[in-house]
């Protein structure tokens, strides 16, 4: 059997059919195909090169984060420029979310096995933005978080009310437009006006979310990605234990 991670092609010699084995795929023209796949918006695609991304031993991260991600982000970027319709948006929205599909099977096999910490997490009040929240849950899954997905587009009052529940670590809020931002800084407030800012840390992400607006509206940390989600996770809450 040829490995999904070599190109081959039919050429006939003499008359006949033979399979000619080429070079390797290298990680990087998969990241690539991944890419070109979501701006296509071909799922089809997406999901052939996610298990190519697999096969090859590409990390199932780095293949969301180098190629599935880079195409959507293009693809806002084209709809921004009014190149592109919101229905493309979706499509290429929907491209993505298959090949992730694939490469989570990988990111949860990972799991470790002492629990690291509980967290809420959803997208804030307004936004439906999901894929990023999603991604940020599946690496936190694998790093042993028991992680509460409440979805998206999350009343303020059931970011506390699961927390209390739960008596959760952290409380994750997601944010993907600057109109909806605000919901963040919400949460926080809402948190200090019931005593309970102490209790939970809170950590913030999306596309345009900076560390600057998390230290402004006094949250404990931000995350650029999924893989800075982890990182920051782990340092705040090893530094409560200690
Ligand atoms: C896909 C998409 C959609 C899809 C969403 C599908 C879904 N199920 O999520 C659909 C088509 C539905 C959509 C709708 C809209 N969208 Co839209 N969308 C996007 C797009 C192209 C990609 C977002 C995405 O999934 N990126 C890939 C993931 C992997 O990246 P990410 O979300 O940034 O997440 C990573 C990090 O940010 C971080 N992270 C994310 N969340 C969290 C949480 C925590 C706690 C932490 C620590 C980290 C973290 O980790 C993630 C993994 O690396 C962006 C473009 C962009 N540049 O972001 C526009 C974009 C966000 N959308 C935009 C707009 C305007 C809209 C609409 C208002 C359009 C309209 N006219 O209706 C609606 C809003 C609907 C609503 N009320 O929410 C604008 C926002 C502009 C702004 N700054 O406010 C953008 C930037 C496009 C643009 N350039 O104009 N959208």
Redesign the pocket.
Known sequence: MIPLTHRCSIEHYAGRPKVVVMARMSEQEILERLREAVIRADGEAAEFSAKEALAAGVDPIRA??EGL?TG??E???R??RLELF?SD??L??EA??RGVRILKTTISERKEMTKSGTIV?GTVR????????N??SALLTASSYDVRDLGT?VPTENFLSEAKQTSADVI???A?????MPSQAEVVRRLVETGERQRFKV???????REEWARQIGADA?????S??VA?LNQLLRRRRT
């Open positions: 969301v984060e991600a959507l982000r693809v806002g970027e709809f921004s919101l948006m979706m290429s929205a993505m979310t997490i307004g936004d439906i933005h999901d894929i990023g929240k991604i940020v587009d994750g809020l997601s993907l437009l600057s109109t909806t950590i913030v992400g999306g596309a345009p979310v931000y995350g650029k990605d999924a800075d989600a920051k």
